[in-house]
């Protein structure tokens, strides 16, 4: 029983690992050919790290939506909440500043 | 109720750790909050790197195509990623009371220290190219962001150490089990701002 429960978990490690050195090679790859325009390689890069940082959040600190970690996952979902609001607004003010002020 | 319910994110100890899969809850919340104030430092930085990531606030100085490189940023995320995997080893070696252990954390301490030296070697080559901080606003933003996130990686590195020694002197006791069990949140976490990094800084500058 306890050996195969460990050795469940190993496979999750496992998976975690693929997933996460995949979702890293592709945006490198992308960057490194130079053949794909800057707006949708900005895209690829945004959308790769966001689904990483998922996956890092699921397979290595286990976070996810069974029903006894609720209060950590909500703790979690807040402070991203937060800094979504801090630094979204940020960059959203700073660049509209910035674009005025250009000459 | 079976001693293996999980009883708070993380890899729970369980039933081999008894006592400390009891204590482990109050204290990895605790360690999530701090988690979370960490990351919320993180992402004003990061938000104060992408306003200054223009031409106006790299004011005539160099830019990321004159600093960085794409080989170097993908050795330190490969390094980083393999040593976050390593560490999950040392994670299921610690529940299992397995002797590979120790060396899963020294692998850990290894490659922590690699990515340490890489990184260090391209901080120092920017310094002798004069992409110093005081530059322009684009790279004070810069040499406030990676080496935050490198004195993090050092702080780890100096944890993973100290953990290496108690776990020889002391055993797998419940105070040691619990240490261990934050410090491998620490460091995945560590991970996960560095998808950040790569993402914001060397991807979005190189591309």
Known sequence: ???????????????????????????????ASGTVP???????????????AMVHFRYFLHID??????????????SVLLLAIM???TIWVLANLSARMMP | M??????????????????????????????????????????IVFATYASLTNPMGQAGGPTPRDVFSLTSAAMQTAILLLSSFTFGLASLALKYRQPSLRAWLAVTLLLGLAFLGLELRDLVQMVADGAVPQ?????????????????HV??????????????????LTTQVST???????????????WIGVFSVVYLGGLA
């Open chain 1, 1 to 31: 029983m306890t050996l195969e429960t460990g050795r469940k978990e190993l496979r999750l490690y496992v998976i975690g690992f693929a997933l996460a050195a995949t979702l890293t090679a592709v945006p490198f790859a992308v960057v």
């Open chain 1, 38 to 52: 800057r707006d949708v390689s900005g895209w690829v890069i945004a959308l790769c790290a966001l689904l990483q």
């Open chain 1, 65 to 78: 939506f069974s029903r006894q970690k609720r209060e950590d996952l909500q703790l979690v979902l807040f």
């Open chain 1, 87 to 89: 630094a979204g607004g």
């Open chain 2, 2 to 43: 079976t001693q293996d319910a999980p009883r708070h994110p993380g890899l729970n100890l369980g039933r081999h750790h008894p006592e400390a899969h009891a204590e482990n809850e109050k204290l990895m919340f605790g360690f999530w909050v701090f988690l979370m104030s960490d990351l919320i430092l993180f992402g």
């Open chain 2, 135 to 151: 530059r322009s606003g684009w790279l004070s933003a810069f040499w406030v962001l990676v080496p935050l996130h490198g004195l």
């Open chain 2, 154 to 171: 050092a702080a780890g590195c100096l944890w993973l150490a100290v953990m290496l020694v108690q776990v020889t002197l002391f055993g």
């Open chain 2, 179 to 193: 240490r261990l069990a934050r410090l491998s949140l620490f460091w995945h976490f560590l991970d996960v701002v």
